[in-house]
């Protein structure tokens, strides 16, 4: 018997057992997860590994009950045919040895519907157990332009970090203190702080003049993710308001 004609007998054995190959999909409940994610800071959030994360445990109650765990690089659980209803969820990250990662059980509400439904939870960085640091980094632009081209072109800058109102006595990867006081030239290229603890970070930015004037000065709120390999932040500072407008030609090139 040749291939095609196995597997047309197949296909009519299994109709014939009445298999039905446009048979609905059972209704799928998605529970995704992300841990310190802050799009409104920049940070997209971090990743299994920065914690030491293998697997993920989700409980579900409500109109049933139900546990499932699966691994963390999957970055989602799926719940198929549950009864329809609100459900509370308690997410749980869990170390190589099963051990939780998290002070309590992340909590939300999941709904269970006669369709396909998807809901996030985000792990917020004061709910982990323990302490971790992170990589910091950040690339900084003047009026949309770099260093030479800004207009007033800036020549040297400084950088303040604070958590928690504190400024950090650490230095950037130049060994310059961004506290605030010590200054360096202007850098147009990616600069970064390691070992930061990781959470949310206040980062100052000065750019002064060929005269040491400060023409540009401004704060944002920011986020340390855990580990070192973090995104890279871009802040860019508004020159003064009467500061004429750089060449084209310049920043063409």
Not at 188 to 205: C, H, M, N, R, W
Request: aromatic share 8%; hydrophobic share 40%.
């Amino acid at each position: 018997m040749t291939r095609t004609r196995c597997i047309m007998v197949a296909v009519a054995l299994f109709a014939a057992c009445g298999g039905d190959t446009n048979q609905p999909l059972p209704p799928r409940t998605v529970v995704k997860w992300t841990f310190d994610a802050y799009p409104d800071l920049g940070f997209s959030g971090d990743n299994c590994a920065d914690f030491g994360i293998t697997k993920v445990q989700i409980d579900l109650t409500g109109p049933a009950t139900t546990s499932m765990t699966g691994d963390c690089g999957d970055k989602q659980m799926v719940f198929l045919d549950l009864p329809a209803g609100s459900y509370t969820a308690a997410m749980t990250p869990l170390d190589v040895d099963g051990l939780a990662l998290v002070k309590a059980p992340i909590t939300l509400t999941v709904a269970a519907v006669d369709g396909d439904s998807e809901t996030t939870a985000n792990v917020p960085w004061e709910a982990w157990k323990g302490t971790f640091k992170g990589t910091f980094y950040f690339k900084v632009t003047w009026g949309g332009h770099d260093c030479a081209s800004a207009s007033p072109a800036v020549v040297m800058q400084s950088v303040k970090i604070t958590q928690g109102g504190v400024a950090t006595t650490l230095t950037s990867d130049t060994g310059h203190k961004v506290d605030g006081v010590d200054s360096e030239p202007c850098r147009s290229a990616d600069q970064y702080v390691a070992k930061l603890p990781f959470g949310p970070t206040t980062i100052e930015i000065v750019g002064k003049d060929a005269s040491n004037a400060v023409q540009y000065q401004k704060q944002f709120e920011a986020f340390t993710g855990a580990g070192a390999f973090n995104p890279t932040l871009s802040y860019d500072l508004p020159g003064p308001p009467d500061a004429p407008m750089p060449d084209a030609g310049v920043d063409a090139m």
